[in-house]
């Protein structure tokens, strides 16, 4: 096959020429791949790219893959004076691309770059900064259309090229139900998945339009002549698209400088995975360039620090490890006024214990004594699963609004008995489901003042957002909408309240009070609760007991009695609970799954969000529905227990 440089392989050019060497090669598997598809699916980026079609009816779509067939017919239909094309291909030299839509009128062609991301402006001029540089958030969105009117400009010189970003009107109002309907991911034969469309696409079906199309050709002047930044790069736009397709067409690897950019390289693998045969292009690179072997990552590098903002410094000054920095490094150690950590303090715990090889906890005991005695019985603990897509399921709702689909409610009375009390999961295709979710939510907590805890703000930010739905509602609609946004307010924040019973944070609380090194830089609850079962006999002693089921000691809504959620490996370490989980089709024949659309287990809220849109998006059987309903279940039902898990391990204290 020909090497060329396809728009996605500049894409990854631009972030680490590096990189292009690596990309594709079956030993240096890409991290992100998986990750990319299921992103795209789950802020609805496939159904995106379908729907602009429909606002340029009558193409031709190009579905062969490949190169010498699809240029082949785009040129055909190009040499026509008027053609509308999706997936049109185009090559000039060693460069080639395929356009999402071309719109060719005469001489004229038109390029339309599909994006699954929002806008709520006017013109291109609002994606640039105040000082009229191209602003960070649309970097790579508008190189990837500069790069595309480039090879369209080159192949077809006689032409005038206008190129155009289409993307989710955040300022539209779907004015008909059910329209994400319309475009319903399908399994094919070669395990492809493709958008199939149910029903009529014309106007009066697809309603007002919801995304919009935003003309870019003056900014892509601006990268063109490298005037989009103010550090100018050392080739040309032009130049620069030559350097590395020369180089990818002839298979050498470009040596990049290691930076901070090196923490996020998709293609950095651990020892334990570099077993299995996968090649890490990370450690290729920091061996090469720093003339390291396997055992100079054993110490945890500058990268894994937390909340740290000067990495490139350290690098720039040949410090690469945490027990190498020193507090010059870091500032202020000064204690916040209450008493507690504050974020450089807590840094420097992290680097002392990593240069020590001290495995031991941070906890401030104290601190946290002041904190628990505050609660009131009964604590609820609540987690909240939810979506943001950019085609709106409903009637009235805007692109990439917020919608709650699910949440999970623990109970911990005052003489410390704990339940799993409630739930709430939206099921149902197209329905929006952010009322009955508060409705829920509501009836669940206005039994009592106990105190309400979330983990991280999202909770809190999520309420707001649908406090501010409510409010564009009529009575005659939501006829208990004063009472929902009344329940809100008392249990969030925002600028303009303050609830009397506002949710309290236990990631906020971790961060003043609690450090232990098997988090590394990570307070997220799946690094937080590991370390919390590691540090505690008592929680060990506990829940290594099958007490935990529907009708054990442990009241659980989802899971059979005598669960067991502590568990050790072979070496003796602890087994994370979310790794416990049971698979989402256990016991479940092989020729069953292979009709299934939904291949992943569901361990973290992205699979959450993912099973969601599936559930939304796809064609799937009444059996997998009902599995992923219970898979979902199942995992926000762990979230809310492991903040049981930590409160019991402080209280315990």
């Not at 334990?272 to 290729?284: D, P």
């Not at 680097?351 to 004594?369: C, M, W």
């Amino acid at each position: 096959m020909p090497r060329y440089l396809t728009k996605s392989r500049y894409k990854i050019g631009l972030n680490c020429p590096t990189k292009l060497y690596y990309t594709g090669k079956p030993g240096y598997p890409d991290k992100t791949k998986n990750n990319e598809f299921l992103e795209a699916l789950a802020a609805g980026g496939y159904q995106v790219g379908e729907l602009a079609k429909c606002y340029f009816p009558g193409g031709v779509d190009i579905t062969v893959r490949g190169y010498e067939v699809a240029l082949e017919r785009t040129n055909q239909l190009l040499a026509n004076n008027n053609a509308i094309i999706y997936e049109a291909a185009f090559k000039y030299e060693n460069l080639f691309i395929r356009a999402d839509i071309i719109e060719k009128k005469g001489n004229t062609i038109d390029l339309y770059e599909v994006k699954a991301k929002s806008f709520a402006g006017n013109d291109s001029s609002e994606m640039l900064t105040k000082k009229g540089y191209l602003d960070s958030g649309w970097h790579d969105y508008l190189y990837d259309v500069a790069f595309q009117k480039y090879v369209i400009s080159m192949a077809y010189p006689d032409c005038t090229i206008r190129a155009h970003l289409i993307l989710a009107d955040k300022n539209a109002v779907a004015t008909v139900n059910g329209l994400n309907q319309i475009f319903q991911l399908k399994k094919v034969e070669d395990d492809r998945t493709i958008i199939e469309v149910i029903g009529s696409t014309s106007k009066a079906d697809l309603g007002e339009e919801v995304l919009t199309s935003i003309t870019v050709d003056n900014v892509i002047q601006m990268i063109w002549d490298c005037e989009d930044s103010k550090d100018k790069p050392d080739k040309s736009f032009e130049e620069n698209i030559k350097f590395l397709a020369e180089k990818y067409e002839q298979n050498e690897k470009i040596i990049t400088p290691i930076n901070k950019n090196c923490k996020d390289c998709e293609f950095h693998f651990s020892p334990e995975e570099q077993s299995e045969g996968k090649l890490s292009g990370f450690r290729e690179c920091w061996k090469n360039q720093l003339d390291w072997n396997d055992k100079n990552f054993d110490d945890p590098l500058i990268f894994s620090l937390w909340n740290y903002r000067k990495k490139q410094e350290l690098i720039e000054e040949g410090v690469y490890y945490l027990k190498d920095m020193q507090k010059e490094h870091l500032g202020d150690l000064t204690p916040e006024g209450d008493g507690s950590l504050s974020v450089v303090e807590r840094q420097w715990i992290q680097i002392e214990k990593a240069a020590q090889k001290d495995p031991t906890p941070y906890i401030d005991v104290d601190g946290l004594r002041r904190e628990l005695n505050t609660f009131v019985f009964p604590l609820h603990f609540i987690d909240f699963e939810t979506s943001m897509v950019a085609i709106p399921f409903y009637k009235g709702r805007r692109p990439y609004e917020q919608t709650a689909f699910q949440y999970s409610h623990h109970v911990v009375t005052s003489d410390f008995k704990i339940e799993h009390r409630g739930q709430y999961l939206c099921v149902e295709k197209g329905m929006f489901p952010n009322f009955e979710f508060v409705r829920h939510l509501k009836a669940e907590l206005k039994e009592d003042n106990g105190s309400v805890f979330r983990y991280a703000n999202h909770e809190n930010t999520v309420l707001n957002q649908i406090l501010t739905q409510l409010e564009q509602e009529t009575i005659k609609d939501v006829p208990d909408k004063s009472e929902l946004m009344e329940f809100i307010k008392t249990i969030t924040h925002s600028a303009n309240h303050q609830g009397e019973r506002d949710m309290i944070d236990l990631l906020e609380l971790v961060k003043k009070y609690y450090y232990h090194p098997y988090m590394g830089g990570s307070n997220s609850l799946k690094f937080v609760l590991p370390a919390v079962l590691t540090s505690s006999d008592y929680i060990q002693a506990k829940y290594s007991q099958p007490i935990y089921g529907k009708n054990s000691l442990v009241k659980s809504l989802n899971f059979d009695d005598g669960w067991i959620w502590l568990k050790k490996d072979a070496g003796g370490n602890i087994i994370s609970p979310y790794k416990l989980l049971p698979p989402l089709f256990e016991n479940v024949d092989d020729d069953e799954i292979e009709d299934f659309v939904m291949r992943n287990d569901i361990k973290d809220g992205g699979a959450a969000m993912t099973a969601y849109a599936k559930m939304q998006f796809t064609q799937i059987s009444d059996k997998e529905r009902e599995l992923i309903a219970k898979g979902l279940l199942k995992y926000c039902e762990l979230d809310t227990l492991a903040m049981v898990l930590i409160w019991e391990y402080w209280q315990n204290l």
